[in-house]
């Protein structure tokens, strides 16, 4: 059974930093191309960052030289460096890989 569990979520100002983590369990995250997906308030969910297998990244333009995916395939977790917040960016994330999506952690960006 694939599980995805995502932490690192709160509240922070804006111009601040958070960094969200996701741990794979019944799944190699390294064995498949990993996301960060987000839904805002009233919002679609949106693609936010991707990994590919090959460690080649792929941001939406609205996050781009802000926000950083990565990964740790020794501990199978997947990371989001978020820097430089906007209240834009206030939303639930979610880590995804297939079909499996983790139950989302949130961010707040607000003064």
């Known amino acids: 059974q694939v599980q995805l569990v995502e932490s690192g979520g709160g509240l922070v100002q804006p111009g601040g930093s958070l960094r969200l983590s996701c741990v794979g369990s019944g799944v190699i995250l390294g064995d498949y191309e990993a996301s960060w997906y987000r839904q805002g308030p009233g919002k679609q969910r949106e693609l936010v960052a991707r990994?590919?297998?090959?460690?080649?990244?792929y941001y939406t333009d609205s996050v781009k030289g802000r926000f950083t995916i990565s990964r740790d395939n020794a501990k199978n977790m997947m990371y989001l460096q978020m820097n430089t917040l906007k209240p834009e960016d206030t939303a639930v994330y979610y880590c995804n890989v297939l079909i499996h999506y983790g139950q989302g952690t949130q961010v707040i960006v607000s003064s």
């Open positions: 990994i590919f297998r090959g460690a080649g990244t």
